[in-house]
């Protein structure tokens, strides 16, 4: 079965440090690699994907993610965090390693900014 | 161009009763799902139309249904309300069942008591 591991339950940041959520993930067959960012009692809003093509995937709001076959990994980082990047950030996988399946997700990381 | 809407944005119920809740997709969209996110956890799948049926399904009771109508909105009901069922309850649409990301809505917050 298809599953999501997000380590770190909560990740801190200095206002300008570069940040890393880290996600690693188990599919059988080709990942389908999602990130979301969900702001307090708010919907999930998309950032990036990853699908076939480059590692280095860059979404909305100057973030990025580099997938990683060997190790399973797909880590979410910006160069420059800011304050208002505090948010909970889920990264998730497509179910049945295809096109069609369901969102899995994982459990969340929440990140603090701070100035 | 309106995304995806959800109503009630919250309501508050009491074990035994029953509650639906509603979704419009994102203009263009014709797939919708629907997740149940547990305070503190990721959203969890419940299930997903798609040409007015249910296509797929999570780990959900039969407590648990659904509707999608021809202007492809959908419903969520749910039955004999448990307290375990209070919940923020997420609706994502998208354009066919493509590889490609889910839009969500903002949710709607279930309360049982």
């Known amino acids: 079965a298809q599953s999501v591991a997000q380590p770190e339950d909560q990740v801190n940041v200095a206002e300008g440090n570069p940040l890393t959520v880290k996600c690693t993930y188990s599919v059988s067959g080709n990942p389908y690699l999602f990130w979301y960012v969900q702001y307090p009692n708010r919907g999930l809003q998309f950032l990036l994907k990853?699908?076939?093509?480059?590692?280095l995937v860059k979404g909305s709001y100057g973030f990025e993610a580099e997938f990683n076959k060997s190790q399973t990994s797909f880590h979410l980082k910006k160069p420059s965090a800011l304050v208002s990047d505090s948010a909970l950030y889920f990264c998730?996988?497509?179910?049945?390693?295809?096109?069609?399946?369901?969102?899995?997700f994982g459990k969340g990381t929440k990140l603090s900014v701070k100035p | 161009d309106a995304g995806v809407t959800q109503s009630p944005t919250h309501l508050i119920k009491t074990r035994g009763q029953q509650v639906t809740l509603r979704c419009s997709p994102k203009?263009?969209?014709?797939?919708v799902s629907w997740y149940q996110q547990a305070l503190g956890q990721g959203p969890q799948f419940i299930f997903q139309y798609y040409e007015e049926e249910e296509r797929q399904r999570g780990n959900f009771p039969d407590r648990f249904s659904g509707h999608q109508f021809p202007n492809y909105s959908s419903e969520l009901n749910v039955n004999a309300l448990l307290l375990g069922d209070s919940a923020l309850y997420l609706c994502?649409?998208?354009?066919?069942?493509?590889?490609?990301?889910?839009?969500f809505g903002e949710g709607s917050r279930l309360t049982v008591l």
């Open positions: 998730a996988v497509r179910d049945n390693g295809g096109s069609q399946g369901n969102l899995i």
């Open positions: 994502a649409s998208s354009p066919g069942q493509g590889a490609g990301e889910l839009f």
């Open positions: 990853y699908i076939t093509g480059d590692n």
């Open positions: 203009s263009g969209h014709d797939t």
